[in-house]
């Protein structure tokens, strides 16, 4: 049987011993910051979750866009809500209404698909939510700087993936 010298089996030196040290060292830290970082981060959305038909979700949005509709654009609806609860609904290809906040006001965000799984991101934000139909995932947010948000769809979801754009609009 052919065995290859055991020159690796050498005890190791001064400079391989340090590094390894090291390594060892920061692959604990790195270890230590998952539970910390979870705790502490401020990265976490403060996101709660509640079960809903698509059918009344979809109801729900309509009638919460037609409550608050001050423009259209495109054939979707511009929606300016008071601070409280925002609807926001994604489909096959698109983020429905388009809305309008106030800078400084507080809104809970709900979010829901009513067909395939899509992914809510903000631009430029880094914010970012998993949308799965029959579920509806409730984000505090409170707009911090005015001007226009894109949402983006960062999950494929077929042929329209790439168009499903929406926005969030933030005046003062
Ligand atoms: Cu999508």
């Known amino acids: 049987m052919f065995a290859p010298p055991r020159v690796w089996w050498r005890p190791l030196d001064r400079l391989e011993r340090t590094w390894l040290l090291l390594a060892f060292a920061w692959c604990l830290v790195l270890f230590a910051m998952m539970p910390i970082w979870l705790a502490f981060g401020r990265h976490n959305v403060p996101a709660t979750a509640y079960r809903v038909s698509p059918a009344q979700f979809r109801q729900r949005v309509e009638e919460f866009a ?30 429905y209404p388009i809305l309008k906040l106030k800078k400084g006001q507080s809104y809970r965000l709900h979010i829901s698909s009513i067909d395939v799984q899509h992914g809510f991101s903000i631009q430029p934000l880094n914010l970012n939510l998993q949308i799965l139909p029959e579920y509806v995932q409730v984000a505090t947010i409170t707009p911090l700087e005015s001007g226009e948000f894109s949402i983006v769809c960062n999950e494929f979801c077929y042929l329209g993936h790439h168009v499903m754009v929406g926005r969030i609009l933030v005046t003062d």
């Open 66 to 95: 037609q409550k608050y509709q001050v423009g259209v654009e495109k054939g979707i609806p511009i929606v300016e809500p008071p601070p409280g609860d925002v609807y926001l609904l994604a489909r096959q290809w698109q983020w």
